[in-house]
Nanobody, 124 residues
Framework: QVQLVESGGGLVQAGGSLRLSCAASGRTFSRYNMGWFRQAPGKERESVAAISRTGSSTYYADSVKGRFTISRDNAKNTVYLQMNSLKPEDTAVYYC?????????????????WGQGTQVTVSS
């Protein structure tokens, strides 16, 4: 089992940047594919980005391609989401999640462990 804690959210103006971090407990972080998801009020949780165990494969939702970058540091048990050129529609609670599947899963339903979330608010 792995426990996840997100940090780095906050209030930013449109066009600004934030970097989210997700720290994982335990010694088995490198066994998990990791994903970032977000949920805005009244909307379903949606995929943002995902990264494989070694970082060799990544996935991005079309809405964030070219603006967000997912990365991980297995030595620090941490996954990051660098968010640039933020837009008001990026406002949501952002969650990180861990999955032990062999393939890189890009939907929320395939993830086993979730953090509590961190709020990102982008003002216009």
């Amino acid at each position: 089992q792995v426990q996840l804690v997100e940090s780095g959210g906050g209030l930013v103006q449109a066009g600004g940047s934030l970097r989210l971090s997700c720290a994982a407990s335990g010694r088995t972080f490198s066994r998990y594919n990791m994903g970032w998801f977000r949920q805005a009020p009244g909307k379903e949780r949606e995929s943002v980005a995902a990264i494989s165990r070694t970082g060799s494969s990544t996935y991005y939702a079309d809405s964030v391609k070219g603006r967000f970058t997912i990365s991980r540091d297995n030595a620090k048990n941490t996954v990051y989401l660098q968010m640039n050129s933020l837009k008001p529609e990026d406002t949501a609670v952002y969650y990180c999640a861990a999955d032990q599947s062999i393939v890189l899963v890009t939907t929320p339903f395939g993830y086993d462990y979730w953090g509590q979330g961190t709020q990102v608010t982008v003002s216009s």
